[in-house]
């Protein structure tokens, strides 16, 4: 069996395992009280936060690519982007930015693959920095809870130092990490290798910004994405009878986007968010059935977004005369 096919098969039995699991816990009926109380109102109010969150991001790459690609385009591209790394499991879906940045951009492929890793480098940066923030307003949680967020918050601070000294020293902070590495012999190490390989992977994706308001202005628009995106999770809980803090909300949301760079893909995302989405806000108070049925409606609202601006985005491109697009094809063509 290709790999590709034994990663959708995996993708597939993981969806299906963890769904029965969760759903096993909470009553049918709950997820559909969840969603029918919140005011259709809200949703739309949800849906133009979620186009505004990828207005932000097409105007951060803009900015990463110095203007070599207009926020028009890119927001067609970003749209079609995320239906497919929804859609398609494993982060095939990943391909479809560098192929429509390669068509449509008319930049060489290297560009897309920096472009897109710098990007998620500042989702990174951007939702740890709110989550610094934000665990040290919170008093009000239990000692163990404390205890597992610090250590959490541990993490992402050496995870946001050492981007941010890498941003801007560049090969000389990496050169001292390596020396550093070599003589404690941790680089005898096979992961502190492989963390070095990435970093320097890391920051050959960085040369294409040769600017340091580039640098600046990224950090803040990430932090107004997370932003954003925190404020739709607040008023959907909210609506869901759920009161929590915006404090708390970004301490979860900055656990769940970390924990998805583990290699657990299912698709569409199902079962892996709602898993940590409730292991997660049961830590922050919330009963099981309730952040069970809480999770899965709200991933099925951004579920409904990213369809209706998905197929927007590809009705979009098909009507740009300037392109041949087949959605097809990134995948064909990029294998």
């Known amino acids: 069996m290709p790999l590709n096919s034994k990663k959708l098969v995996t993708a597939g039995l993981i969806t299906i395992i963890l769904l029965g699991i969760l759903l096993s816990q909470i009553e049918i009926g709950a997820l559909g009280a969840a969603l029918g109380s919140i005011n259709p109102l809200y949703l739309v109010l949800g849906f133009l936060l979620y186009v ?22 890119l927001l067609k591209i970003l749209f079609i982007h995320n ?3 929804n859609v398609i499991p494993a982060r095939l879906g990943e391909l479809s930015y560098v192929y429509l940045l390669k068509e449509k951009g008319k930049l060489p492929l290297n560009y897309g693959i920096s472009s897109l890793m710098i990007a998620r480098i500042f989702d990174i940066i951007g939702i740890a920095f709110l989550f610094l923030i934000s665990f040290f307003v919170v008093k009000d949680l239990p000692v163990f809870v404390t205890s597992c967020l610090m250590a959490v918050g541990a993490v992402l601070g050496l995870i946001f130092l050492f981007i941010i000294l890498l941003l801007f020293y560049n090969e000389r902070f990496l050169s001292f990490i390596e020396n550093m590495a070599s003589k404690t012999r941790l680089d005898r190490i096979k992961y502190t290798r492989m963390a070095l390989e990435k970093s320097g992977e890391t920051l050959e994706n960085f040369k294409i910004i040769k600017s340091k308001h580039v ?23 909210m609506e869901m009878s759920i009161y929590l803090s915006i404090w708390k909300i970004f301490i979860a949301s900055g656990i769940i986007v970390i924990t998805t760079i583990l290699p657990i893909h299912s698709v569409g995302g199902f079962g892996t968010i709602e898993s940590i989405w409730t292991v997660t806000y049961v830590a922050l108070g919330v009963s099981t059935q309730t952040a069970i049925a809480s999770g899965l409606g709200i991933h099925l609202i951004i579920v409904l977004y990213f369809l209706i601006l998905g197929f927007a985005g590809i009705l979009m491109m098909k009507l740009d005369k300037t392109t041949d697009f087949n959605p097809l094809r990134p995948k064909l063509e990029l294998e």
């Not at 950090?219 to 008023?235: C, D, K, P, Q, V």
Request: net charge positive; proline share 0%; aromatic share 14%.
């Open 52 to 73: 505004a969150i990828f207005v932000l991001r097409a105007i951060r790459l803009n900015i990463i690519l110095e203007g070599r690609v207009s926020v028009r385009v």
């Open 215 to 237: 640098i600046v202005l990224s950090f803040l628009i990430s932090i107004a994405i997370w932003f954003l995106a925190s404020t739709m999770t607040y008023l959907f809980l």
């Open 83 to 85: 239906l497919f790394n």
